[in-house]
Antibody, heavy 116, light 108 residues
Framework: EEQLVQSGAEVKKPGESLKISCKGSGYSFNSHWVAWVRQMPGKGLECMGIIFPGDSDTMYSPSFQGQVSISADKSISTAYLQWSSLKASDTAMYYC?????????WGQGTTVTVSS | EIVLTQSPGTLSLSPGERATLSCRASQSLSNNNLAWYQQKPGQAPRLLIYGASSRATGIPDRFSGSGSGTDFTLTITRLEPEDFAVYYCQHYGGSPYTFGQGTRLEIK
């Protein structure tokens, strides 16, 4: 079965760092772009950026450039989303998704809560 | 950046009725790289349509997509109770990939 499995929920304080993960299985993870998508509470979907795990080519959406870092470790079929200094406004659900004619396989989501 | 505008914001219909959802792009989409997703509360989005009109694997044929250029439509014939959800369009022709703001399909 083709799937993406994300790391568990996180509760952090403002200013802390965080790295969440997305592990692919059941398909050639390194040969498909992976997207990170944010969904703030009660709001719509926003694509933060995409990465090609095979060579770590990465593109960020303008709103997220400089705010987060997207990376991948192809040896373990895993993509990452990282913050160096969290803000309360980073509180959201974060999804990873495979790009293949749209986003056809989604992770289950990682809830990130940032609160003092 | 391509802006996608969905209408209406909310659509109130009854089971068995036909739903027509619209997505307009701020510029023409190359190769009609437009997808539609369904999202239910507490769930990840699910791909319904890609390439503007191709159904994703396992999607019932009551869902259909049409359109080209800047104007796209998702049609759901004979609404089933499980179809009431939020629907998003998205372009994937080049970064940044953007989503529309969503249409909420609610039971009348």
């Amino acid at each position: 079965e083709e799937q993406l499995v994300q790391s568990g929920a996180e509760v952090k304080k403002p200013g802390e760092s965080l790295k969440i993960s997305c592990k692919g299985s059941g398909y050639s993870f390194n040969s498909h772009w992976v997207a990170w998508v944010r969904q703030m509470p009660g709001k719509g979907l926003e694509c933060m950026g995409i990465i090609f795990p095979g060579d770590s080519d990465t593109m960020y959406s303008p709103s997220f450039q400089g705010q987060v870092s997207i990376s991948a470790d192809k040896s373990i079929s895993t993509a990452y989303l990282q913050w160096s200094s969290l803000k309360a406004s980073d509180t959201a659900m974060y999804y990873c998704a495979r790009l293949q004619g749209g986003m056809d396989v989604w992770g289950q989501g990682t809830t990130v809560t940032v609160s003092s | 950046e391509i802006v996608l505008t969905q209408s209406p914001g909310t659509l109130s219909l009854s089971p068995g009725e036909r739903a027509t959802l619209s997505c307009r792009a701020s510029q023409s989409l190359s190769n009609n790289n437009l997808a539609w997703y369904q999202q239910k509360p507490g769930q990840a989005p699910r791909l319904l349509i890609y390439g503007a009109s191709s159904r994703a694997t396992g999607i019932p044929d009551r869902f259909s997509g049409s359109g080209s250029g800047t104007d796209f439509t998702l049609t759901i014939t004979r609404l089933e109770p499980e179809d009431f959800a939020v629907y998003y369009c998205q372009h994937y022709g080049g970064s940044p990939y953007t989503f529309g703001q969503g249409t909420r399909l609610e039971i009348k």
